[in-house]
């Protein structure tokens, strides 16, 4: 869950619906400065169901007592739950589609070993500890990772992987806050060793957010993400809030990208 404090309450944004926003992002990626993603299907899969391992979560919103409200998702407490549901997630895309499988699982295992590296900026935090769980999990992983690339190009991959992150730090940049000014880099702009960029983002007002380098196919897109709006920033316990949960309104963020 991405959570959105707001001065009467707070947003709630689950990771599902970030991952549809990314998929938005990666399906219009591409323009005369930008190459179009490669394989195109699988790749904007990929990235709009990126993060469906949460989805185990959802009918039953995980809530921290201490805090009075529900995890943030970088703070879900770890276990077989949370390993099962990601393993399961890579199983389920790889059965559709074996590339946006293999771009799934990688991205699950990089999110645990800073991205591979891929991204200098923003930089993750600090290195955390990871259970033994967790370390059986990226090694099965990344075992089968390299065993199913076989089939496809290192190169080509390897980039996807890359654009993957930066469009899932966009989600986030749009969701975790109201967007502000930051910049990712580096970004790549193609498959033939083109140089990669410093993206930068300004919010402009109104809903309008400028990119420099624009790196959409047409400027003025809109895009949107779906959020819950709760009245209160906490809750008493687990039952009022998710009451509150279920009875809370639908609110689209809506951004035009220029």
Known sequence: MIIRDEPDGMLLIPQTEHSQFVGQLAAHWGNGRFAVPEPFESVARAA????????????????????????????????????DAYRHCIDWMSRIDAYSGLLISMHRTGLWRNRYGAIDHPAMSGTRRLGEGVEVFIARAEAEQKERGKAF???ALRINFHLLQVWDLLGLFFGCQEPGEERIEPVPAGYANEAPVSLSMKNLGGGRVA??????????????????????????????????????PNVILEYELV
């Not at 709009?48 to 943030?72: C, K, N, S």
């Open 211 to 248: 990119f420099d380098p624009f790196p959409f196919d047409r400027r003025g897109l809109e895009v949107q993400m779906r959020a819950k709006r709760l009245e209160r920033p906490r809750y008493d316990d687990v039952e009022s809030f998710r009451a509150a949960w279920y009875r809370a």
């Open 153 to 155: 190009d290192a190169h």
């Open 48 to 83: 709009a169901y990126h993060d469906y391992g949460y989805l185990d979560w959802e009918p039953d919103v995980p809530f921290d007592a201490a805090t009075g409200r529900p995890y943030e998702f970088r703070k879900l407490p770890g276990g077989d739950r949370r390993l």
